[in-house]
C-alpha cells in the first residue's frame, strides 16, 4: 500500500511547527501505524534526514504512552490506540496527516511527542489509597456488591493516554480525572481519602490549564479504554458535594 | 489532640470555601446549569402564560393586569430574571475564555468528533436569543417600536386596561416580526436541545443509562417549546386568529 503523509514536524517546544509530506511507499496492509512510520522513518534516514520523533512503547495497546491525530482523531479512525490501529484500515493512495496531540498542557517536545507530565501531576495529587503495612489482611473480608466492583474495574481501565483531552475540543481533561477519582473512590479501599482526591485532582486539573467540559462527549468516542462519560457526571456530583462539606466544616481537603 | 482537632474540624473559611467552588472548573458549570433551569422555568411559564391568548382577549388581558397588579413583586421577578441572565452569560464567557486558551494551537484537520450541531452552535444560538430578548422586551414590553400600543386600552369587568390581546395580534400581523420570531424560537430550541440534557450531566445526575434517555427528553421538550410559542404567531398571521378585533 502507498500513503502520502502530511506530518507535524517541530524542532522543539518553543519553536514554530510545519506540516511536511512525506511519501510512504510499500507498505504492508498488516502493518500498524507506528510500524508504518518506522519505515518511513527508516527511508528518512536513508536519504540523510532527520526521523519523525513519536512516542511509543509497549505496542500492544496497554500502556498508554502512544498518540497522535490522524486526520483529526486521536489515535485514528476505530476506537483502539494508535498501536493497534493497522493500516488496512486506510485506503490504498490516502493522504494521512499526522498531528500531536494539541492540548495547551501537554507542551510539543518535538514533532509528535508531547509531555503529558500533567495527567501524572493529576496522579500525584490523589490517585493514590492508605495501605496498611503488616501481614496481608484477609482475602474477600471487606464485602464489595459486584456492580460496585464492576464500575470500579470499567474506571481503571484508562491508561492515561490523554487522548480525552486531545479529542475535547476544550482541551478538558475531566474523562481521565473523572476514571481516575471513580476507581479508587468506589472501592472502600480508597474511600478514607475520596473526598479529598476528588478535590484535590479537579483543582490540579484546573491550576494545569486543561479547559472545561461542555458535555461534548468527544472524549469517550475516542477513548481507547472505553470509559464511559457517566464517571463525569459522577466526578461532578462528588466534587459539589466534597466542596460543600468542606465549606460547612465537614470535612477538610 | 485538642488543639489539633479544633483545626482539622475548622477547615477554611466559609467564604473562601464558596469562592473557590464557584471559580472552579466543575463550579462555573454547575451555575450555568442551575441558572439554565431556571431559565427554563421561565420560559415554560411565560408559554403556558401566552396560551391565554386561545381563549380570547379577556383571559390574555386579565393575566396580563395580574401581573402588572404585582407591583413590587414584579419588580423582584424582573429583576431576578435578570440576575440570572447575568450569571448564565457571565460564567459561560469565563469557561469560554478559559477554554479558548486550552488549545493554543487548533488541528489541521477538524473532526468535529460525536459533538452536536446543537452543543457545537450553544454560544452562537445564546448569543442571537439575547439580541431576540433585547428585541422582544423592546417590541411588547416598553412598546418603543410602536409608543402608539401604549394607549391600547379595552375594558375588563368594567376597569379600562392595556389591551394586551390586540397589541399582540397588531405585532405578529407583521410577516417580518412574525419571521424573526420564529427563527429565534428556532434557535432557542436549538440552544436547549444541548443544554436541558447537559445539565443533568454537570449536576451530576445522568447515569450510562439515563443520559440517553435525558438527552431524548430534552430534545422534546426543546421543540414542543418551539412549537408551542409559534403556534401564535402562524395562528395569527396564517390562520387569522384575532383578525377581527384590530379592524
Given at each position: 500500500m502507498n500513503f502520502t503523509l502530511r506530518v507535524w514536524r517541530q524542532d522543539g517546544p518553543t519553536t514554530a511547527g510545519r506540516f511536511e509530506e512525506y511519501p510512504a511507499k510499500n507498505?504492508?496492509?498488516?502493518?500498524s501505524f507506528l510500524e508504518m512510520l518506522d519505515i518511513v522513518n527508516e527511508e528518512l534516514e536513508k536519504a540523510g534526514k532527520e526521523s519523525v520523533q513519536f512516542d511509543h512503547d509497549c505496542?500492544?495497546?496497554?500502556?498508554?504512552?502512544c498518540s497522535l491525530t490522524i486526520n483529526g482523531v486521536p489515535h485514528g479512525p476505530?476506537?483502539?490506540?494508535t498501536c493497534q490501529l493497522?493500516?488496512?484500515?486506510f485506503q490504498d493512495g490516502d493522504v494521512i496527516t499526522i498531528e500531536p496531540?494539541?492540548?495547551?498542557?501537554?507542551?510539543?517536545?518535538?514533532?509528535l511527542a508531547v509531555n503529558r507530565t500533567a495527567l501524572d501531576k493529576v496522579i500525584q495529587a490523589g490517585g493514590f489509597i492508605t495501605a496498611r503495612t503488616g501481614s496481608a489482611p484477609d482475602a474477600n473480608s471487606v464485602p464489595i456488591p459486584k456492580v460496585v466492583a464492576d464500575e470500579s474495574m470499567d474506571a481503571a481501565?484508562?491508561?492515561?493516554?490523554g487522548a480525552c483531552a486531545a479529542a475535547c475540543p476544550n482541551s478538558s481533561a475531566m474523562l481521565f480525572v473523572s476514571a481516575k477519582a471513580a476507581h479508587l473512590g468506589l472501592l472502600p479501599q480508597g474511600k478514607p481519602e475520596s473526598e479529598r482526591r476528588t478535590v484535590r485532582m479537579v483543582r490540579t486539573m484546573d491550576d494545569l490549564g486543561f479547559g472545561n467540559c461542555s458535555n461534548y462527549y468527544a472524549c469517550e468516542a475516542v477513548c481507547p479504554a472505553g470509559i464511559s462519560a457517566s464517571f463525569i457526571a459522577r466526578l461532578n456530583r462528588q466534587y459539589t458535594s466534597a466542596a460543600a462539606r468542606e465549606a460547612v466544616g465537614a470535612t477538610t481537603i | 489532640m485538642s488543639a489539633s482537632s479544633a483545626t482539622s474540624t475548622a477547615g477554611i473559611p466559609i467564604h473562601e470555601a464558596l469562592c473557590r467552588w464557584v471559580f472552579s472548573s466543575i463550579g462555573k458549570k454547575t451555575i450555568v446549569a442551575v441558572t439554565g433551569i431556571l431559565l427554563v422555568l421561565f420560559v415554560t411559564g411565560h408559554m403556558l402564560g401566552n396560551f391565554t391568548i386561545y381563549f380570547g382577549p379577556d383571559l390574555i388581558n386579565a393575566y396580563a393586569k395580574h401581573l402588572r397588579d404585582l407591583g413590587p413583586f414584579l419588580w423582584v421577578i424582573r429583576l431576578g430574571l435578570l440576575a440570572t441572565v447575568f450569571l448564565h452569560i457571565f460564567f459561560t464567557m469565563l469557561l469560554w475564555k478559559e477554554n479558548a486558551t486550552a488549545r493554543p494551537q487548533k488541528y489541521a484537520v477538524g473532526d468535529p468528533i460525536k459533538t452536536t450541531v446543537f452543543a457545537r452552535t450553544m454560544r452562537l444560538t445564546g448569543l442571537f436569543v439575547v439580541a431576540f430578548v433585547i428585541f422582544h422586551l423592546g417590541h411588547f414590553t416598553l412598546m418603543i417600536f410602536n409608543?402608539?400600543?401604549?394607549?391600547l386600552d379595552t375594558e375588563l369587568h368594567g376597569e379600562t386596561v392595556h389591551d394586551v390581546y390586540r397589541m399582540v395580534v397588531l405585532g405578529f400581523s407583521n410577516p417580518i416580526v412574525s419571521a424573526f420570531y420564529i427563527i429565534s424560537l428556532g434557535l432557542l430550541a436549538f440552544h436547549l436541545s444541548h443544554g436541558i440534557g447537559s445539565l443533568f450531566q454537570t449536576l451530576g445526575l445522568s447515569t450510562r443509562k439515563m443520559r440517553p434517555v435525558y438527552e431524548a427528553v430534552a430534545r422534546v421538550y426543546a421543540w414542543a417549546l418551539f412549537v408551542g410559542y409559534s403556534s401564535i404567531p402562524i395562528s395569527i398571521l396564517i390562520f387569522g386568529l384575532g383578525k377581527n378585533t384590530i379592524k
Open positions: 507498505i504492508p496492509d498488516e502493518a505496542r500492544e495497546g496497554i500502556c498508554g504512552m476505530g476506537r483502539g490506540t493497522y493500516m488496512r484500515k496531540f494539541r492540548v495547551g498542557a501537554f507542551p510539543i517536545l518535538r514533532d481501565a484508562c491508561i492515561g493516554c | 409608543p402608539s400600543w401604549t394607549h
